[in-house]
């Protein structure tokens, strides 16, 4: 079964919203988790890496007032786009790992988000 | 960044062999993944080698050579529902890099004839 759950699946919303993408380890403790973004027919872009307890580390080019991350517990980390527009539309997968650097990563089903 | 490189694009007809290739550069390597994602689905894990040499899961064999930075992901006896992206992913320690992060390639996109 899913290791990694995350929600929504898909999400439909005027321009100037804000969305918020949860996303849980289901059966182990995450310390870290990865946000990525996939526009079509590209490869996945890592946006930003969330750390338990501590701010999230954003790749160069990622606005963090933009994509607000927030990783309270080790089972759930989220990601708030804020005042999203149409460019803003992609599918956003997350990922975890129980031991960092040390197991595989397993992925969130992801959300496909289109901004109108 | 890390460069890592793998055909965009190949086919295969069912019940044949295709072999993927993926090369990398990287300072610290730390281990290879191969993920196999279908249309408009998340990435599911397929395979992880970070030793020289083949690893074989059922139809599935993937094969490292650190020296050569360079891995293959083998398919045999191919069905349809092979027909997906397959990503070459690398886990790189070495200095700036996040701390257990992957570096995608763009994925090979591989449709299997019937």
């Known amino acids: 079964g899913a290791v990694v759950s995350q929600h929504p699946s898909r999400v439909i919303c005027k321009s100037g919203t804000s969305v918020k993408i949860e996303c849980r380890s289901l059966d182990f403790q995450a310390t870290t988790m990865f946000w990525y973004r996939q526009f079509p027919k590209q490869s996945l872009m890592l946006m930003a890496t969330s750390n338990e307890g501590s701010k999230a580390t954003y790749e160069q080019g990622v606005e963090k007032d933009k994509f607000l991350i927030n990783h309270a517990s080790l089972t759930l980390s989220t990601l708030t786009v804020t005042s999203a527009h149409p460019e803003d539309s992609s599918f956003y997968i997350c990922?975890?790992?129980?031991?960092?650097?040390?197991?595989?990563?397993?992925f969130g089903d992801g959300t496909r988000l289109s901004i109108l | 960044g890390q460069n890592i490189d793998q055909p965009t694009e190949m086919t295969a007809t069912e019940g044949a062999i295709v072999q993927i290739n993926c090369t990398y550069q990287t300072s610290g390597f730390n281990g290879l993944f191969w993920y196999q994602q279908h249309a408009g689905e998340a990435p599911t894990f397929l395979s992880y080698?970070?030793l020289d040499g083949l690893e074989e899961k059922g139809r599935f064999s993937s094969f490292l050579s650190r020296s050569k930075g360079y891995s293959y992901l083998l398919l045999k006896e191919l069905q349809m529902k092979d027909s997906a992206s397959y990503l070459c992913?690398?886990?790189?320690w070495g200095r700036g890099s996040t701390l257990g992060r992957l570096y995608f390639g763009r994925g090979t996109q591989l449709t299997v004839w019937p």
């Open positions: 992913a690398v886990r790189d």
């Open positions: 080698n970070v």
């Open positions: 990922s975890a790992s129980d031991r960092v650097g040390n197991q595989p990563q397993h």
